[in-house]
């Protein structure tokens, strides 16, 4: 149980000078990716609302002051509204998945399905998963868990089955 997330665990595996550069890397991606997600986020607002580059703007700036605000007011509500925030979009995701999967007749799969493409689809999914979900940041809250052993763990394979069958989801009802 640690507060140093990711960088403990490189620095109990490989050593202090490795968990330096780990720690620096993720310091550094927030400083950068924080206010660039924040953009993408107004550009999906503008787009949404037809607001241009001043909507975009001034919603990327809300979201990084909210953001900041919710720090302030510690983990507990911060973590409330990411869970919220997490849960509207799997919702999303599986109303959107829903309404847009291909019809079948029973027990048949719809047409232009060979397995060729469940398998570049699962690759897909796999590859956003690691890419995008973010889910190895937990492990900075290793010394909140009762048991980190167990709970971390456990946690993972919650975390990747839940994404992988919400990206399968997405990807089955798009192509």
Do not use: H, K
């Not at 550094?28 to 993408?40: K, N, Y």
């Amino acid at each position: 149980p640690d507060g140093g997330g990711v960088s403990t665990y490189a620095r109990r595996a490989f050593g202090a000078r490795v968990a330096t550069v780990i720690g620096w890397c993720f310091y550094v991606s927030i400083a950068l990716g924080a206010p660039a997600a924040a953009g993408f986020a107004g550009a999906y607002v503008a787009d949404s609302l037809g607001g241009g580059r001043q909507t975009q703007l001034i919603t990327s700036g809300l979201l990084i002051v909210a953001v900041a605000v919710m720090n302030w007011f510690g983990i507990r509500v911060s973590g409330r509204v990411q869970l919220v925030i997490a849960g509207t979009l799997a919702v999303l995701l599986l109303v959107a998945t829903r309404c847009r999967s291909p019809p079948t007749r029973a027990g048949r799969r719809a047409s232009g399905w060979p397995p060729a493409r469940a398998a570049a689809i699962g690759t897909a999914a796999a590859l956003l998963i690691w890419a995008f979900a973010g889910w190895e940041v937990v492990t900075s809250l290793s010394s909140d868990y009762r048991d980190p052993a167990r709970d971390i763990g456990r946690a993972t394979v919650v975390a990747l089955t839940v994404m992988g069958v919400m990206y399968l989801g997405v990807a089955v009802a798009t192509v």
